[in-house]
């Protein structure tokens, strides 16, 4: 399954900066993840519960931040969010998209106590 | 009471750092390294196969191969008598850098000036994993039609180049040369085409003599 290994990960670096602190359980981690990549809030979830069984993570909230995927194209510079990931210009219509926001996959912070 | 803590860590740093230990180890041995991407079927292994008899003599090559199951591929290869390694997944949809690493682990990297790692056939996964590659090839072919750039953006706007296969199809099949190569140009327009026919053998020159650019301009090797 395609989350499982990065939901692991996930895991990892949420357990590591636990310990670190000398935290008992954590309650919440925050995970961005850009439009453009191809991870899926549910697919995290459903990987993360099975996995953080037995851990201090175990039962924690999952919040996810989406970052869309901004835009801004090389013909005329506009920049914008395409509706899916059509990275054809409003504005001239050429498909010269440089992506400048979109591609994030990061752990934002963690809640611990 | 609960405490926030800020980690901003990205989720794939434990990948790309065991990526960057092999990119390392293939540089100090002077080995150029493609991580070859497309969907099942558009032709990475004869594009791969083909590449190896045409640098006979000027490159030498090296073949790692990631499929889910079975070592069809790796067999194949073979037979051209270059060393190759077979990665089986089951059930991973792409490689990552550390059944790369492990793949690496004796294999005869003196002896090679060229590794190709053939990724699981896939168009979305592969691109989310750095490997330990200098450039990413994403293979297209002519029947799967002109517009897969458009409905698979990531993997056309990192390639740094694109073999078009299967050219000599192009009379019986509706294909947009001209949309096609408009299309990779507007997703990076730095990226080289190379339009090929494994099986005429078409196109191919082009691309082998830009391999051995690439190997000729490789960073020096580290002592």
């Known amino acids: 399954m395609h989350e499982l290994a990065v939901t692991q990960q996930v895991l990892n670096i949420a357990l590591q900066h636990a310990e670190e602190a000398h935290a008992k359980r954590i309650h919440e981690i925050e995970i961005v993840i850009g439009d453009m990549t191809s991870f899926v809030n549910d697919a995290v979830q459903f990987c993360f519960d099975a996995l953080s069984k037995g851990t201090i993570a175990e039962g924690a909230a999952l919040s996810f931040r989406r970052v869309p995927v901004t835009i801004r194209c090389r013909e005329c ?9 059509d990275l054809t210009c409003p504005d001239c219509e050429a498909y010269a998209g440089e992506v400048i926001a979109g591609r994030e996959f990061y752990i934002d912070h963690i809640e611990v106590e | 009471m609960a405490d926030q803590i800020k980690v901003v860590k990205n989720v794939l740093s434990a990948n790309d750092e065991i990526a960057a230990q092999n990119q390392l ?3 100090a041995h002077g080995v150029l390294t493609l991580n070859i991407m497309a969907s099942p079927g558009a032709g990475k292994t004869s594009v791969i196969m083909n590449t190896i008899q045409k640098l006979h003599g000027r490159l030498r090559c090296g073949v790692i191969e990631g499929d889910v199951a079975s070592s069809v591929d790796s067999e194949k290869v073979a037979t051209l008598g270059v060393p ?5 997944t089951g059930g991973g949809c792409h490689l990552d850098a550390r059944q790369v690493q492990d793949a690496l682990e004796g294999f005869p990297l003196d002896q090679i000036d060229l590794l190709m790692i053939e990724n699981v056939g896939n168009l979305i996964c592969p691109t989310a994993f750095l490997l330990g590659e200098n450039l990413r090839i994403a293979i297209a072919s002519v029947p799967e039609g002109d517009d897969k750039p458009v409905k698979y953006p990531e993997l056309f706007h990192q390639a740094q180049a694109v073999v078009l296969n299967k050219m000599d199809l192009l009379p019986y099949i509706d ?10 140009s507007g997703l990076n327009p730095n990226s080289r085409m190379f339009e090929v026919s494994c099986k005429t053998g ?8 830009w391999l051995c650019d690439g190997h000729a301009t490789l960073p020096n090797r580290v002592s």
């Open chain 1, 77 to 85: 510079g506009a920049v914008f969010t395409p509706d899916d990931l």
């Open chain 2, 25 to 27: 180890l293939l540089g």
């Open chain 2, 84 to 88: 190759v390694v077979q990665i089986n």
């Open chain 2, 175 to 184: 294909f947009d040369l001209a949309v096609f190569r408009q299309r990779i």
């Open chain 2, 202 to 209: 078409a196109g191919l020159d082009a691309w082998a003599e």
